[in-house]
């Protein structure tokens, strides 16, 4: 193995490249997970039971995604963010607060994923780009999972 080549033969700076911007979307899915959780705790309404199941479904699932863009950055060779501050201040998803409407709420988790999804896009194509097949498959599975999600959410609001 080179020095150019990290522990699992990627270019080294390349794969510091995507471990920045996978540390961007770790940070978008903490607030996420965040602002999902928030909702299921707090949504009132005729359709509590069905929104309370859905945001704890979703809140569920970013924090395995959360775990595995984690890992997937410590694989490359580089250190996941882990503090609040950096969050917030790299997010592009806002911190949700006091949301306690059910269409609101379902605005904000599609509002989320008009951020995660170009971003998840754009590390689709870096991976390909430098070979790098865990990144590009991580990515892959996320983006035909949410695209379904959109069209279901978009379907509730009546979008």
Do not use: C
Not at 38 to 53: P, Q, S, V, Y
Not at 95 to 119: C, D, F, M, R, T
């Amino acid at each position: 193995m080179t020095d150019k080549l990290n522990q699992i033969g990627l270019d080294k700076k390349v794969s510091s490249d995507l471990s920045d911007k996978l540390n961007e979307l770790l940070a978008n899915y903490q607030i996420f997970y965040m602002n999902a959780r928030g909702f299921h705790w707090n949504i009132k309404g005729e359709k509590f039971f069905e929104l309370h199941a859905k945001f704890e479904e979703l809140y569920n699932d970013s924090l395995i995604k959360i775990d595995e863009v984690a890992e997937r950055i410590l694989t490359l060779g580089f250190t996941p963010l882990h503090n609040y501050a950096d969050y917030s201040a790299l997010s592009k998803i806002k911190a949700a607060k006091n949301v306690s409407n059910g269409k609101e709420a379902v605005q904000a988790i599609l509002n989320g994923y008009e951020v995660l999804l170009p971003l998840e896009r754009e590390l689709l194509e870096m991976a390909g780009d430098s070979n790098d097949e865990g990144t590009n498959a991580l990515m892959s599975d996320y983006i035909r999972e949410q695209e379904k999600l959109i069209w279901m959410y978009s379907a509730y609001l009546n979008q």
